[in-house]
């Protein structure tokens, strides 16, 4: 018996048509799914009646996987099989994983970039868990609406870039879920608040999590959002106020450092419990089991607490700074504030985020659940459920977009915090004559030189038509569509042929280093502006220098006698000497020198071509 | 004539419209589509129509148009719990056969 939802007027639709849509957050330590029911958007709970799911996934041998609770229930005593906070891996390389932030689990070395570890049921990939983990979240909402799912909007931090958002993407592909779209997560609280009813303001999202840190300015202009700016830092949430206090604990108790997994597990688990408990208590009993079977108990009091947090809530206030120095505002123009993520129930960090933002943040829906809520109302209307409502969420790119030209040096054609989807095109041309090929080379950065930036792509444009250096005209496209994704395209404009990459890079960048990237960049701006000037007139001296050998090469002999030669081949060798050095002036300077010893030869050259040209015709021909 | 609704039903339907800020009353109706040959309407309402036929159950309102009252005479809307499914179901008396699921049926 089907069971019917209320529509809106003159959206009701036929029997067995009904496009369910859902909105998926898939956090590093619980994840959420929710619907649109009658109008009402709901995180969707599971037969117990639990909504979270925690994002654990433990794997047995001949047996399929378990995920949620009684996976993260067994993480104590089966560490190695039960994976945990899979997100910090998504999108990730084998280098990534070498910190021992993940000595947890045992990595597979190998070739590929893609790490995998090993666990009893085979090798497994951080997009297979992260499948795992949709696919538990889809069956549950198959189960609760009743019926096939059209398609699911799944939430990323906003900082993901390409690598991350693509790797999220396939996790979603391999659990059978259609992604209508990718949701930054700040965006998605914003839309569940429902800020996007009004007309403008300036909304500041504090999302602290288990895992991760965020903070995004976002503006909405006549009922449009917009990501201004966004800030973070992955490596910082609830589990480290959780082991700032099981340190605290192993301290007290007199626990060593060698202490196993299963204990440090436990005491991990202990430390959240003691943390919960404060929210409400002013001071909670904190029990332990020592390796040697005896018992510890001590009190942990909310003064005490403070003490082991403040540092790291003091850690999410320079992002908040720097947020809205990149959104280029005042921290008295923010209109709204919106706390997202378990860790924000902690009195502490909303008093906090109160004193910063110099005003109390929204706190009414569940912290937790606000994400979800916020994508299966976008769901909603991207499955056509509410087709009159107009909602269009524009995002951010975190790094510019460029690529490498002459010399090492990076050409941005999007610069950071471009709103997308978005295209930018820019025409460039062949260096040497007869070149047929193009290397393009694709980077992401804010520095000057493409050493500095991180590379994310190479391909190459074949087919160009031979002609002389600087008349071909390549034009190149990159393109970002409203997942973040790039694509770009170059295109020989006078014969047509094209080339083009989706840039699914091998792995992804953490926040801390897309900060590091930018603190750099800020740091080295100088010495990046010196090395550009340097890198422009060494490829200016490469060009003279082989322009001038070519011509050298085919009538030097014919226009040249003895002496010139020599006169010409010394300037030659002095600029080349001087381009290994990295001085400015005397490489400019010895340009000149050269144009001026070349400066007869280059006349004779062009007048004969000129008589070439004209022989045969009459002056009038060319006065007409 | 007259249509029903239960009070589970009405007080669904009472939270749905104050969630949703806005709206008079709830719309029943039937449309000729489906794999049985018709289909129920269940909508918000914003306006109501001249024409239309307004019961109040339970403090809620409930909307029908002259049309689709011919069959809906006598039904009863329930709001019904199944495992982790929830939603609205009619009990309608004028159903000769429905289709499997009960999404469209005949008279």
């Known amino acids: ?624 | 004539m007259a249509i029903t609704l239960t009070e589970a039903a009405a007080d669904r339907v009472r939270s749905f419209l104050e969630n949703r800020g806005k709206g008079v009353g709830l719309r029943l109706g039937v449309r000729t589509s489906g794999c049985s040959g018709m289909a129920y309407v269940l909508e918000f309402v914003d306006d109501i129509d001249d024409s239309d036929t307004v019961f109040e159950e339970h403090g809620v309102k409930v909307i029908v148009d002259p049309k689709s009252m011919v069959y809906l005479d006598g039904t009863e809307l329930d709001f019904k719990r199944d495992g982790l499914n929830e939603g609205f179901e009619f009990n309608n008396p004028n159903v000769k056969d429905s289709c499997g699921c009960g999404e469209s049926f005949t008279v």
């Open chain 1, 1 to 624: 018996m089907a069971l019917l939802q209320i529509s809106e007027p003159g959206q009701a639709t036929a029997p067995h048509q009904h496009r369910l849509a859902i909105g998926i957050d898939l956090g590093t330590t619980n994840s959420l799914v929710a619907s649109v029911r009658s109008g009402l958007a709901e995180t969707l709970a599971d037969e117990s009646g639990q909504h979270l799911l925690p994002s654990v996934v433990r794997y047995l041998q001949h047996q399929q996987p378990v995920v949620g609770q009684s996976a993260k229930e067994a993480a104590p005593d089966d560490p190695m099989n039960t994976i945990v906070s899979v997100k910090r891996l998504m999108g990730r390389g084998i280098e990534d994983v070498r910190d021992n932030e993940f000595d947890t689990y045992k990595f597979v070395e190998q070739e590929s970039a893609v790490p995998r570890i090993h666990t009893v049921a085979g090798d497994v990939s951080a997009i297979e868990v992260s499948a795992e983990i949709l696919k538990s979240l889809r069956a549950r909402a198959e189960k609760t609406l009743g019926g096939d799912l059209s398609g699911a909007v799944i939430t990323v931090p906003a900082y993901f870039d390409e690598a991350q958002r693509q790797a999220t993407k396939d996790a979603a592909r391999l659990a059978g879920l259609n992604v209508l779209r990718l949701l930054n997560e700040p965006t998605a609280a914003a839309v569940a608040y429902g800020l996007d009813k009004k007309s403008d303001g300036i909304i500041a999202i504090y999302d602290l999590g288990g895992g991760t840190f965020d903070v995004s300015i976002l503006r909405l202009n006549r009922g449009v959002f917009e990501v201004m700016a966004t800030a973070g830092d992955s490596a910082l949430g609830g589990d480290d106020m959780d082991a700032a206090i099981a340190r605290w604990i192993m301290q007290q108790a007199n626990i060593q450092d060698d202490a196993d997994h299963a204990q440090i597990r436990r005491l991990m688990h202990e430390a959240r419990r003691a943390k919960e408990a404060l929210t409400d208590a002013d001071a909670t009993t904190v029990e332990v089991v020592r390796m040697d079977g005896s018992l510890w108990q001590g009190q942990l009091t909310r003064a005490d607490m403070h003490e082991l947090i403040d540092s790291l809530i003091r850690k999410t206030i320079s992002p908040c700074r720097r947020a809205l120095r990149d959104a280029g505002i005042g921290v008295d123009e923010v209109d709204e504030v919106v706390m997202v993520g378990g860790s924000t129930r902690v009195p502490r960090v909303r008093e906090q985020v109160e004193a910063f933002f110099k005003r109390p943040p929204l706190v009414d829906i569940d912290p937790d659940k606000v994400v979800a809520v916020g994508a299966a109302l976008q769901a909603d209307v991207l499955a056509g459920n509410k087709p009159d409502e107009e909602m269009l969420l524009l995002d951010v790119i975190p790094l510019s977009l460029g690529l490498e030209t002459m010399g090492g040096l990076s050409e941005k054609l999007i610069s950071r915090n471009t709103t997308i989807p978005v295209a930018r095109a820019q025409e460039f041309t062949t260096y040497k004559d007869g070149q047929t090929a193009m290397s393009i080379h694709v980077v992401q950065g804010e520095r000057e030189m493409v050493q500095d930036c991180r590379s994310l792509a190479r391909f190459s444009l074949h087919g160009i038509p031979p002609m002389v250096a600087g008349a071909a005209r390549i034009r190149v496209t990159f393109q970002v569509d409203a997942d973040g994704l790039l694509s770009v395209t170059a295109q020989e404009l006078t014969s047509g042929v094209q080339s083009r990459i989706e840039v699914k890079p091998s792995y992804g960048l953490e926040d801390t280093e897309i900060e590091q990237m930018l603190r750099d960049s800020m740091e080295h701006a100088r010495g990046d502006m010196e090395s550009r000037r340097v890198r422009e007139q060494q490829v200016e001296a490469d060009r003279v220098i082989e322009a001038l050998e070519a011509a050298l090469q085919t009538d030097g002999e014919q226009y040249l006698d003895q002496a010139e030669r020599e006169k010409i081949d010394q300037a030659l060798s002095a600029l080349h000497q001087v381009n290994q050095t990295e001085d400015v002036e005397a490489i400019k300077a010895a340009i000149k020198n050269l144009e001026t010893t070349c400066s007869a030869y280059v006349e004779r050259r062009m007048n004969s071509s000129i008589q070439h040209a004209m022989s045969g015709h009459s002056i009038e021909e060319f006065e007409s």
